[in-house]
C-alpha cells in the first residue's frame, strides 16, 4: 500500500497551503469538463482529498464516490457543506473496490504520481477499469516531467518560487522517482513538507491503458481543452472502456 503521507498537519491547513487551488478558475473548468463526461451517470473520483472538485461536482447534479488513502484528508471533507452526499471508501485507490459501476472515473492534481511504483499505477488503471460501465471514461491530470528544463548534471526544479511559498521537484531518472520539497512562511515560522511520487510520461499511461483494456479518446493541455502539444507544461488525458 502507498505511504499516507497526507497526515492531519497537512489535511488542516491543505486549503491554506495551496490557496490557488481553490480559486473559481482552478475548479470551475475542471467541473465543467468532468460533469460533460459524466452527463446522468455516476463518478468515482480516485484521491478525492478534501472534497475541492468532488463537492462542486455534486452541486452539478453528479453523484460522486470517493476512494481516499488519507483518513485526515477525509476527515477534513467531512467539514465541508454538502459532504453528506459524498460517499468515501478509505483504502488505496489502486487496489480498492467499491460497489456499483461507473460512467467516469478520474484522477486530478497530479494523484496517479502518488502511486510510486510502475505495477501500482498498471493496477490503478486496471482497478478503474473494473469499476466502469462500458463506454465509461477515465480522466487523468497529472504534469508532464521537467527533465527538460533541467541544466546538464543537475537534479532539481524550483517549479513554485513565491514569498511564502517554496516548491522544488528533486528528479533520480534511475528510479523515476521525483521527490517534492515545498517550503512555506506561516507566521514567521518555516513549514516543511517533503514526499516521493512516480512521474509518468502520457505514451507510458496510454499503454497501462491498453493494458487495462481502454484507449485514449482525447488529450488536451488543460481543462479548457486548450491543444496539447510538445510545450505543454501537463496534460489532461481521457481513456475510454472499450467493452
Known amino acids: 500500500m502507498p505511504e499516507n503521507t497526507f497526515d492531519e498537519r497537512i ?5 491554506a497551503k495551496w490557496p490557488e487551488l481553490y480559486e473559481p478558475e482552478a475548479i470551475d473548468p475542471v467541473v465543467s469538463f468532468l460533469a460533460e463526461l459524466a452527463g446522468t451517470g455516476t463518478a468515482l473520483e480516485l484521491g478525492i482529498g478534501t472534497g475541492r472538485i468532488a463537492l462542486p461536482l455534486r452541486q452539478r447534479g453528479v453523484h460522486v464516490h470517493g476512494i481516499e488513502l488519507s483518513p485526515a484528508m477525509v476527515e477534513e471533507l467531512q467539514t465541508r457543506p454538502g459532504a453528506h452526499d459524498i460517499d468515501v471508501t478509505i483504502g488505496d485507490f489502486a487496489t480498492t473496490k467499491v460497489d456499483g ?3 467516469l472515473a478520474y484522477l486530478v492534481r497530479n494523484t496517479i504520481t502518488n502511486l510510486t511504483t510502475q505495477d501500482e499505477q498498471v493496477a490503478c488503471f486496471r482497478n478503474v477499469a473494473s469499476h466502469l460501465e462500458p463506454g465509461g471514461c477515465f480522466v487523468i491530470e497529472v ?9 546538464p548534471g543537475e537534479t532539481i526544479h524550483a517549479f513554485t518560487v513565491t514569498p511564502t511559498h517554496l516548491g522544488f521537484e528533486e528528479y533520480d531518472v534511475a528510479t523515476q522517482i521525483a521527490f517534492s ?13 517533503s514526499a516521493p511520487y512516480r512521474y509518468v ?3 507510458e499511461l496510454d499503454l497501462m491503458a491498453r493494458l487495462a483494456g481502454m484507449t485514449l479518446r482525447e488529450r488536451w493541455s488543460d481543462w479548457n481543452r486548450e491543444p496539447f502539444t510538445s510545450d505543454s507544461r501537463q496534460h489532461v488525458s481521457v481513456w475510454a472502456k472499450t467493452a
Open 11 to 15: 489535511a488542516t491547513s491543505y486549503e
Open 181 to 193: 520539497h515545498h517550503y512555506w512562511i506561516v507566521d514567521g515560522r518555516i513549514e516543511t513538507f
Open 201 to 203: 510520461w502520457p505514451s
Open 101 to 103: 459501476t461507473f460512467r
Open 143 to 151: 504534469y508532464i516531467p521537467e527533465l527538460q528544463r533541467l541544466p
